[in-house]
């Protein structure tokens, strides 16, 4: 968002954002942070805070099973070959970065002619712990 417009209510959100960057963050949870922190922000102002940050590709909305609601992950200095895992038991979901991948979505590209974006890309499975 270089040489862009600023406001206070967009820096914290961006704050907030970084803090959780390991992490998914919804609306609600950015709301709860801001009010705690004396920010008064509107659920709207929110929402398009976050699709211009998603725009600029500061921030990755997904939508994760069993969460009302998109969520947010703060992602400005990733790698641009990872995806998603998500544990369909306990909700848990990490950034995994594999170059293996690539290969898939360089197959897709050339043979298939459709190009994945693996900031939206969500593997369903069991993590190490749910599978025990």
Known sequence: M???YKTKQQAAIRECLEL????YVTV???EKYLKNNNYSVGLTTIYRHLEKMEQDG????INV????GACYRYI????EDGFYIECEECGQVEKMECHHLAELYNHVSVDHHFS??????VFYGKCSKCSK
């Open 2 to 4: 270089a040489g862009k």
């Open 20 to 23: 959780n960057k390991d992490s």
């Open 28 to 30: 609600s949870e950015i």
């Open 58 to 61: 500061i921030v990755a909305r």
């Open 65 to 68: 099973e069993k969460q009302t």
């Open 76 to 79: 400005a200095n990733e790698a």
């Open 116 to 121: 994945i974006n693996p900031k939206r890309t």
